[in-house]
């Protein structure tokens, strides 16, 4: 399987990409703060859409830990907390 194109998930300014799995609870709890704080937010699930955990994992040493982030810039954030994600906005 080959990675996705980074290109496709880079977000509008002032929205993020998330990149999570069904069953991770940071990736619940961070949702819950940025909805809390108004961060708008495109939800990927890797185990749902092909290539993307390639693409995580590309960001993450060849780790497929979520959440990943990735902001308008193009660069990432894997499981930051909402005060970092809304500082990089």
């Not at 990149?19 to 819950?32: A, E, I, V």
């Not at 961060?39 to 185990?47: Q, T």
């Not at 859409?49 to 590309?58: F, S």
Request: aromatic fraction near 8%; charged fraction near 20%.
């Amino acid at each position: 399987m080959t990675a996705a194109n980074l290109q496709d998930y880079v977000p509008a300014e002032g929205t993020v990409t998330m990149f999570t799995t069904s069953w991770c609870g940071y990736c619940r709890s961070l949702k819950r703060s940025m909805d809390a704080h108004g961060i708008g937010y495109r939800e990927v699930n890797i185990e749902d859409v092909p290539g993307t955990a390639e693409l995580v994992e590309a960001f993450n040493g060849g780790n497929q830990t979520v959440p990943t982030l990735v902001f308008p810039d193009g660069s990432a954030a894997t499981n930051p907390r909402i005060e970092q994600v809304r500082e990089r906005l």
